[in-house]
């Protein structure tokens, strides 16, 4: 990952592929812990688990925290809501607004996957000494917080 002005792409070096391609095999290795099991995408998943850490946010706060379009937060929220898992009310400030929270189902099917998916988070890690895991989380952190400021 050198200076690469002077050279050709290539896709396999190339870090937004990288991260990508690594994000995808991650997340479907992760769902095979959940789908079958709890009948949950994974989409629901993080709209459950962003409920579960910020309950009273919207859906456009869920989005901006999961970094997922508009229209696959509306799908899984939608899906939870069937399912009975999330339940939307009018924000008392502003009746416009709605807020989500979770709902004593959901809540407790979140505390069912949460250990699922701590332990496949435990496994990966595993492989990294305590250095390089905290050397990861800083980088991750760092190269987060620069494209979030809308830097290339």
Known sequence: MADNKNKALILERFLP????????IISQQLAQHYTTQFDITPHEWKILAILNRYPN????????KTAMDKVAVSRAIKGLSEKKLVHKIF????KR????????QGTDLFHKI???VTEYENSLLAILT????????????KLTRHVSA???
Do not use: C, F, M, W
């Open 17 to 24: 592929y990288r991260l990508s391609y690594l994000t995808n």
């Open 57 to 64: 946010i919207s859906a456009a706060g869920a989005g901006e």
């Open 91 to 94: 924000s008392a400030e502003d």
């Open 97 to 104: 607004r709605s807020v989500l929270n979770l709902t004593d």
């Open 114 to 116: 949460a250990p699922l």
């Open 130 to 141: 305590k250095q390089q895991q905290a050397q990861l989380d800083q980088l991750l952190d």
């Open 150 to 152: 809308g830097k290339p």
